[in-house]
C-alpha cells in the first residue's frame, strides 16, 4: 500500500499558474502508475493527467493539455501537476491517485487506481 498527501491547493486569478505536489509514502513509488483527477461541485470525477512508472509517459486530458504538465520524481517520492494559463472551469479538488498495475502504462479511468489522497481544492477566480 502506499498513502498519499496532496499540496498546493489554493486561490488563483484567471491566467495565473499553481503548482500541485502529491508526497507518497514508502519505498516502492516507482511501482506505481500515478494520476490526477480533479471533482467540481455537482459533477463526477474526471481524469486530468497520468503518468507511467518511470515518468516517460504522459497522458492529458483534451481539457487540460498544453496547459498542464505532470511529472514525478522517484527518488523524492513525489508527483507533480503545473497549471499554467488556468480558467475558471478549472475549479475543483484535486486529487492524485496510485495504480498498482503490474503492466506500466497510462490509466485513464479512476477505477483502475488503488489509493487516493486527500484532495487539494483549487479555486480559479476571474
Known amino acids: 500500500q502506499v498513502q498519499l498527501v496532496e499540496s498546493g491547493g489554493g486561490l488563483v486569478q484567471a491566467e495565473g499558474s499553481l503548482r500541485l505536489s502529491c508526497a507518497a509514502s514508502?519505498?516502492?513509488?516507482?511501482?506505481?502508475?500515478m494520476g490526477w483527477f480533479r471533482q467540481a461541485p455537482g459533477k463526477e470525477r474526471e481524469f486530468v493527467a497520468a503518468?507511467?512508472?518511470?515518468?516517460?509517459?504522459?497522458d492529458y486530458a483534451a481539457s487540460v493539455k498544453g496547459r498542464f504538465t505532470i511529472s514525478r520524481d522517484n527518488a523524492k517520492n513525489t508527483l507533480d501537476l503545473q497549471m499554467n494559463s488556468l480558467k475558471l472551469e478549472d475549479t475543483a479538488v484535486y486529487y492524485c491517485?496510485?495504480?498498482?498495475?503490474?503492466?506500466?502504462?497510462?490509466?485513464?479511468?479512476?477505477?483502475?487506481?488503488?489509493?487516493w489522497g486527500q484532495g487539494t481544492q483549487v479555486t480559479v477566480s476571474s
Open positions: 503518468i507511467n512508472k518511470s515518468g516517460g509517459s504522459t
Open positions: 514508502g519505498r516502492t513509488f516507482s511501482r506505481y502508475s
Open positions: 491517485a496510485a495504480a498498482a498495475a503490474a503492466i506500466s502504462g497510462t490509466y485513464l479511468r479512476d477505477d483502475q487506481y488503488d489509493y
